[in-house]
């Protein structure tokens, strides 16, 4: 974070400590808050939209949630695609954690504590404690003050300076007394998943690694959770005075994590992930892992003929692996081989039916071959089970386009439009498709129930243009 900036936030951070000490929001209030924190917070923010990583780190939070008694809300876990070490709830049961973070992580343990912490700060209603009610400040405007907050760096201030909610009364970071009570129960939560505690401990030693040599350097996530050295003694107290928190871990396949953590370096990491690659690579040359990361890598780089080779050499090492013949057959794709592309992901599908990306590849090469009617089939399909696949509604309102289906085309768009926070374009699509729909239809109730959400006054904020 730059100097200046995250001076800035810190200043404007601690001037919102003079909280008036309202009670709690209700679920509800919160509930319709963390709606309108989602939305602000993807418009300003690069959320990394990929099945693998997202349905990976989901799955280690509903394991967490399995055993977390008085669940309030449906809990939703996010990666920002972000260098920097940070980790935050919103409100309503909406997680975050930064991608830079996920990629210093070493296991599955540490996730699972970061996880289990920031789902006790919501269980515990430590958000909704430091929310000032003041009626005097609106949804949109209270929700930009809060992700700013929470986000820090220059979007997070401008995203305050961009708001009057900034001259109320409210705190965000949380008090020692809350990291306390929090880490008190997400040692519980990973206990009575069959984590072990330590880690909690291990990641929280990393973040303190970060270099910061005055409070303008300090990490957002040191911030907004205070009294990390503190922390780290009655966490690590704990696990020596209660073995039961520090036990073996059950059930973890530390593949899936390894996989996950090369995925999210390949595909989202910088620059400097190339080399690290291609180190390890000849440390290691027959490490399946790495060759299948560096092969990834060069894809996302455009060097497509060296992407397949090195994907090829993956192959060989573990011929069986979905996710690598998925990417192989999606490496075709981009290089105009669909006939190849086709082979591979139909392999990888036989092997994972159930993979979200593999499929929604399968329709992009039938549409390229010709089978227009298959691959909206098989898109709407996916629809049915990832509702919130925003991709889905733009590839195929394209595709109904070029069939001639105006009505299906603008309806698709709209909701995709929707969802990326643009207003303009979302009315405008959502409108076309209005015009030429049954009014006795359930799309019509539909899209006018959509319409009214768009133009809700907790709505009207600044949107983005869809890239």
């Known amino acids: 974070m730059h100097k200046k900036t995250s001076r800035i936030v810190f ?6 400590w003079a ?79 930064h991608s830079g973070l996920i990629e210093v992580m070493s296991s599955e343990l540490e996730l699972a504590g970061i996880l289990a912490h920031e789902i006790a700060h919501v269980t515990c209603r430590h958000i909704s404690e430091r929310i000032d009610r003041s009626k005097k400040v609106n949804m949109a405007t209270l929700a930009g ?15 305050v300076y961009g708001s009057a909610a900034a001259q109320q009364s409210m705190f965000l970071a949380y008090t020692r007394e809350d990291e306390r009570e929090a880490d008190q129960n997400s040692l519980r939560y990973l206990r009575d998943a069959g984590y072990n505690g330590q880690g909690l401990l291990t990641i929280l030693k990393k973040i303190r690694k970060v270099n910061w040599a005055d409070v303008s350097d300090m990490p957002t996530y040191m911030m907004t959770h ?22 073996s871990s059950e059930n973890i396949d530390s593949n899936r994590f390894k996989k996950v953590n090369i995925r999210l370096r390949a595909l989202y990491g910088d620059s400097h992930q190339t080399k690290l690659f291609e180190a390890n690579l000849k440390k290691n040359p027959d490490d399946f892992l790495n060759r299948y990361g560096y092969g990834l890598r060069l894809a996302v780089s455009g060097k497509r003929q060296e992407a397949l080779k090195e994907l090829k050499k993956a192959l060989q090492l573990r011929p069986f692996d979905a996710d690598i ?62 509702p919130e696949l925003s991709k889905l509604h733009y590839y195929l309102g394209n595709l109904y386009g070029k069939k001639g289906n105006t009505c299906d085309a603008h309806y698709h768009l709209g ?30 109730s539909e899209i006018e129930k959509r319409l009214k959400s768009i133009q809700s006054p907790e709505n009207k904020t600044k949107h983005n243009a869809v890239g």
């Open 325 to 386: 013949l998925r990417d192989t057959g999606i490496a075709h794709f981009y290089d105009g081989h669909y006939q190849k592309a086709i082979s591979y992901l139909q392999s990888a599908y036989d092997i994972l039916p159930h993979d979200v990306e593999c499929q929604f590849f399968i329709g992009r090469t039938r549409e390229k071959l010709g089978n227009i009617d298959a691959a909206a089939e098989l898109w709407e399909h996916l629809l049915t089970i990832n």
């Open 11 to 16: 200043v404007i951070i601690m001037g919102f």
């Open 19 to 97: 909280l008036h000490h309202a009670h709690a929001m209700t679920i509800q209030e919160e509930l319709d808050l963390g709606k309108v924190f989602v939305r602000q917070v993807r418009s300003q923010l690069p959320i990394v939209d990929d099945q693998d990583i997202l349905e990976y780190i989901q799955s280690v939070g509903t394991r967490l949630l399995e055993h977390v008694p008085e669940k309030h809300f449906d809990f939703n876990f996010y990666v920002i695609r972000e260098s920097t070490y940070n980790a935050f709830a919103g409100p309503g049961g909406h997680i975050f954690v």
């Open 145 to 159: 003050t809060i992700a700013g907050i929470l986000i820090g760096g220059n979007v997070g201030v401008a995203m």
């Open 415 to 444: 909701i995709f439009y929707e969802k990326k926070n643009n207003t303009r374009l979302a009315q405008f699509h959502l409108n076309k498709a209005l015009d030429v729909t049954d009014k006795a239809s359930k799309r019509y």
């Open 226 to 247: 205070p009294g990390l050295n503190e922390r780290l003694s009655y966490i690590d107290t704990a696990l020596t005075a209660n073995p039961e928190f520090d036990r």
